[in-house]
């Protein structure tokens, strides 16, 4: 079995493993030549073996590059493949998914309708640029730390 270490490029220092999904892995880690922290999509092992799901998984990373910018959407860095296994380096958001902050119950209705009001503008940004998400749902909805500390700390002045 590979160390974390092992299934990135050498760039990538200390991966942490912080989540998972239907297609793959995803880690946190420190990016030496930019300096920043991000987050890596990397395809499964069992999948990066199948021609067809390695083609889709790129184009899929390709997808969302051309939304980078985007309000509301995650940034990419870089698309890149290593030791046969495709990945993708974005932006790390450090406020986790909806479906994490669901899971402590209800949130506050202005919560919600921010929510709502941003995912809607992201999925239009991407629709006109003809880029179909596939698979919205609250585990692929990803807060921004950053964003929820300034609204909280608007909020307690």
């Not at 892995?25 to 990016?31: L, Q």
């Not at 069992?46 to 509301?72: C, K, V």
């Not at 640029?129 to 909280?152: A, Y």
Request: proline letters at 5%; hydrophobic letters at 40%.
């Amino acid at each position: 079995m590979s160390s974390p270490e092992d299934l990135l490029p050498p760039r990538y220092r200390r991966p942490t493993r912080i989540g998972y999904g239907g297609m793959g892995e995803i880690f946190r880690a420190e990016d030496e030549e930019l300096g920043r922290t991000v987050a890596i999509k990397l395809l499964a092992e069992r999948y990066a073996r199948d021609e067809s799901l390695r083609a889709r998984f790129t184009r899929e990373a390709l997808a969302a590059a051309r939304l980078s910018g985007e309000q509301g959407t995650v940034t990419i860095f870089d698309v890149g493949e290593w030791h046969g296994r495709p990945f993708i380096v974005m932006q790390f958001l450090g406020g986790g998914s909806l479906e994490d902050r669901l899971r402590g119950g209800v949130p506050p209705i202005d919560d919600a309708l921010t929510w709502i009001d941003q995912a809607a503008a992201a999925l239009d940004a991407a629709h006109r640029r003809g880029v179909v998400h596939r698979d919205v749902k609250p585990g692929n909805l990803l807060l921004d730390l950053r964003s929820e500390e300034r609204r909280v700390g608007k909020e307690c002045r």
